[in-house]
């Protein structure tokens, strides 16, 4: 695990939004700087629909108990305790120290501080990968995935939430109101209203459903799912891993 660093404000919120390194480093200060209230933001702009939703997905990794698994993105650990729970072996990844460090406080102990793109796991050591809406905040998706899919063993399974958008209607108003709008003032008032007015900025950053599935394929997977929660409010994407992809072998570490 690297060294800590000295925390940092959240960088301001830029039009338009950072891309590769620049990406990479304010997604990083961003999540140290409101780690200390982030479940409690999450609680409040979920309605506690976000626990629901991550249960969901461990549902659809559809592995059994006793699994070893990976939770990329893991934060603060919601996922991590969740999976432990239900009998699986768990590491949690994240970029952010602040965020594992939150994590470790609140019984997620088993977690390091990585990139996505450069994971500290064996080829093929791991039978499932699970995150909760971490994708978009991946300096490099495609990389990512490609990096997924070498530590996961022939047949693992990955599961990953991210946010949606419902159908035209309703709800998808409601939830433009919300998401756009309300948000950032509930982060705001709660933790940091820059960091918050990023969140809904970033779904720009996730392919649309067939983007998503054509890179899952790339990187060697197939059985690609994808399961809308809420009426679309979020999603969660499954598939199979096949093999590893073309410039991924070779790279164990």
Known sequence: ???????????????????????????RDMF??????????????????????????LDALALPSGSRLVDLGSGTGD???????AGH???GVDLSWEML???RARGAPVAVQAD???LPIADGSVDG?????????????????????RVLRPGGRVALLEVAEPEPGPLRLGFGLWFDHVVPRIGGLLS???????????????????????LLQQSGFSTVGRRLLHGGLSQVITATRTGLPADATGRGR
Do not use: C
Not at 1 to 23: E, H, I, W, Y
Not at 34 to 41: E, N, Q, S
Not at 192 to 206: E, G, K, T
Not at 207 to 212: F, I, M, V
């Open 1 to 27: 695990m690297t060294a800590r660093r000295s925390r940092t404000a959240t960088p301001p919120v830029v039009d338009p939004l950072p891309t590769g390194a620049a990406k990479r480093a304010a997604v």
């Open 32 to 57: 140290d700087a409101i780690a200390p209230r982030y479940d409690l933001v999450n609680r409040v702009m979920t309605g506690g629909l976000d626990q629901r939703w991550r249960r969901r997905t």
């Open 79 to 85: 996922l991590v305790r969740l999976a432990r729970r």
């Open 89 to 91: 072996r768990v590491v």
């Open 101 to 103: 460090a939150r994590g």
């Open 116 to 118: 996505a793109e450069l």
């Open 129 to 149: 990968v699970v995150s909760g809406f971490a994708l978009r905040n991946l300096r490099d998706l495609a990389a990512a995935l490609a990096e997924v899919a």
């Open 192 to 214: 940091d209203r820059d960091a918050y007015r990023y969140l809904p900025r970033s779904v720009a950053y996730l392919p649309d459903e067939a983007g998503l599935r054509r």
